[in-house]
């Protein structure tokens, strides 16, 4: 018996087996598959971007920002891409035959939604090539209806019939803005000329990434992403500002373009200050731009902050009298070192020539160089007060001891050690008050060669400073094992070996503290550091009220006074070196002082190099420059007064 099937059963089978059909194709799709589809997905459209992370602030003791990273944006392209574009509409108006005015004239006539007629086209291989080029809002269609243009004058065109046999050519003018005009819309924004930014891009035309411009401001960053041009990317970035500029310049340093630290602090400590970039994955459509966030990967850390031990105040006024004494004197150069006499704590480093950090035009060149730590010179008799510490404490000389000075000169294995005066006898203090070389050289003498030159090491002048200040340069003392008698004599005036000015300034706390010393410190300190010993209390302090001489009347520095205030300095002028010997007449021009003598609160040293004027003494030239910022940071450190102010009357 044949089995006869009903047709609306049939039908209804065949439906349910589509059904299952599409049913076991979508699970198989949305569960089986889902993890496999997903991640090709997000490898077509997800990206993982870099999340920048700005730099440690610096601070001066005080809170006062030294140095802060400021949000900013890079401008790059995708020269490939953009150059691919603009190639690719050139052969699209070519095959028209049109200009950009002339398609952009025939699509502004038009009011069909978005997009606009441009024209029928009846040669196939015309057709075949546009839809070669796949370029972004040209499309091709067949359809059949009327168009009114729209005229400039506000008016309706006549009407225009289009025909379904032929394609007709359309564009959507918005979609096209993306690669329309994109070197003049950028050139109206950054600082370069579109014909500029065509080579550019002409020239790296095969690299997927070339900057156009760094360290634009945000605001505008902002208007050329809202261009959305094809190619042109937006990228975060921080860049370094610097607020006080040229007066902390030296010491801070800089950073170059990408962030990382060139000179200074901003080199010395990079692991500290820089930051940990993150990473933040978004989706891009098939030009690139970023549409949408997905999340964080990982946060952006940011560098950590730093506090220094430099008083901004003082730094500034530090600056402001080097920068005068250099015009006043037409001098080459002048540095400066002002230390916490009881801490070790740098208060201040000022190095002129300088350089503004936040002009990038200024970070080349010698202007940078930081000249207290790279530059080593003979401190001349700077370093006497030293050699009578050492002297007393070893007691091979009396306080009131007479030292025979005349006829102010000796003979040492051939070489002839001068005064600048006949100053007969005179004691340590006269010594020191007078600066006699012949005086510090008979005292040397009378102390071994081992003796003297563990002094030198003991103040630190065979090391460096401890800071990882970078380019500081190590001075040189010969060993003791070569010494000669004329060596151990020209050390005790300053000559022979050499030293940078952060040594000398350093050495002077050992004056400042009882004849003990202690490491110095960039960074504040909550308490002062451990000392270690290098002369007698009573060596040191007995040193010290005769270095009150040297500031007084008869003295070489009287202009280092300042009312109110006992002052203890020394002076010092040494003759530059050549290839072979000494320079006759080009100088460095020396003070070092401290204040106040009852309880020294700082240390101060100047260098003023090749002052050119006639005057070249470093108690008319050095001195007058500690005295104008003592004074100031003095009181803005409220030191109490050790000495009355003279009456008015």
């Known amino acids: 018996m044949a089995i006869k099937f009903r047709r609306d059963k049939v039908v209804f089978a065949l439906i349910v ?44 003791r ?40 002339e398609l952009n004239s025939a699509a502004r006539k038009q009011k069909h939604k978005r997009l606009s007629f441009i024209r029928q086209e009846n040669n196939p291989k015309v057709v075949e090539a546009i839809e070669k080029l796949e370029l972004p809002g040209i499309y091709l269609k067949k359809v059949k209806m009327t168009l009114t243009p729209h005229m400039a004058d506000g008016r309706d065109g006549s009407p225009i ?99 990382h630290g060139q000179e200074g602090l901003e080199l010395a400590y990079e692991d500290w200050l820089k930051g940990k970039s993150g990473r933040k994955q978004v989706i891009k459509d098939r030009a690139g731009r970023v549409i949408d966030f997905v999340k964080d990967v990982v946060p952006a850390k940011p560098g950590s902050d730093m506090t220094l031990s430099i008083d901004k105040n003082i ?12 015009i006043e004197h037409q001098a080459k150069s002048a540095s400066s070192v002002i230390l916490d006499a009881k801490t070790g704590e740098v208060l201040a480093m000022v190095s002129l020539p300088g350089y503004n950090p936040n002009d990038r035009s200024q970070l080349s060149g010698d202007a940078i160089r930081n000249r207290v730590v790279t530059d ?45 005066h006949n100053h007969g006898k005179l004691k340590p203090e006269g010594i020191i008050q007078k600066s006699s070389n012949v005086g510090a050289s008979k005292i040397a003498m009378r102390m071994t060669p081992e003796q003297e030159w563990q002094l030198w090491s ?105 009312a109110g205030y006992r002052v203890a300095g020394k002076t010092g002028t040494v003759h530059k070196t050549k290839q072979g010997g000494y320079e006759q007449n080009e100088y ?32 008319a030239v050095a001195a007058p420059a500690f005295k104008e910022v003592m004074q100031q940071a003095l009181r803005l450190r409220n030191v109490p007064h050790d000495e009355m102010l003279e009456s008015p009357n």
Do not use: C
């Open 17 to 60: 087996m589509g059904f299952l059909a599409v049913l076991s194709r979508a699970f198989y799709v949305q569960v089986v598959q889902s993890d496999f589809l997903q991640e090709e997905g997000n490898k077509r459209q997800v990206r993982t971007i870099e999340i920048p992370a700005p730099r440690g602030v610096i601070y001066d």
């Open 62 to 101: 005080h809170g006062d920002v030294l140095a802060l990273s400021t949000p900013m944006a890079s401008v790059w392209v995708d020269a490939k891409v953009m150059y691919g574009y603009q190639t690719e509409y050139r052969k699209f108006l070519n095959l028209l035959g049109m200009t950009e005015q």
């Open 161 to 259: 019939a289009i025909s379904s046999d032929l394609p007709s050519i359309w564009v959507d003018s918005q979609q096209m803005s993306g690669y329309q005009n994109v070197f003049e819309k950028l050139a109206k924004r950054l600082d370069m000329s579109a014909t500029e930014i065509r080579e550019k891009v002409k020239k790296f035309s095969n690299r997927r990434f070339v900057y156009l411009e760094r360290s634009v401001e945000p605001k505008l960053a902002d208007k050329i992403d809202d261009l959305n041009l094809f190619g042109v990317y937006i990228e975060d970035e921080y860049k370094r500002y610097y607020p006080s500029g040229e007066i902390s310049g030296h010491l801070v340093g800089f950073t170059n373009i990408d962030d």
């Open 315 to 326: 730094q500034f006024f530090a600056y402001r009298a080097l920068k005068s004494v250099m």
């Open 376 to 420: 080593l010179i003979e401190p001349g008799s700077t370093v006497k007060p030293f050699v009578i510490a050492k002297a007393l404490d070893l007691g091979v000389v009396g306080l009131d001891e007479e030292i025979n000075t005349s006829p102010g000169a000796i003979r040492v294995q051939g070489y002839r050690i001068t005064d600048t």
């Open 458 to 562: 003991d103040i630190g002048f065979t090391r460096d400073s401890g800071l990882y200040l970078p380019g500081e340069a190590t001075g040189y003392l010969k060993p003791v094992a070569q010494w000669q008698t004329i060596d151990q004599v020209s050390a005790s005036y300053g000559y022979g070996f050499n030293i940078n000015l952060l040594n000398l300034a350093h050495a002077y706390l050992m004056l400042a503290n009882h004849g003990e010393i202690m490491p110095l410190s960039l960074f504040r300190l909550d308490k002062p550091p451990q000392k270690s010993r290098v002369v007698g209390a009573k060596a040191a302090d007995d040193t010290l009220l005769m270095m009150e001489k040297v500031v007084a009347r008869g003295g070489t520095a009287p202009k280092a006074q300042i």
């Open 588 to 619: 460095y021009s020396l003070f070092a002082g401290i204040v106040p003598v009852s309880d020294p609160d700082m240390v101060m040293v100047v260098v003023v190099d090749e002052p050119s004027r006639g005057v070249y003494y470093g108690g």
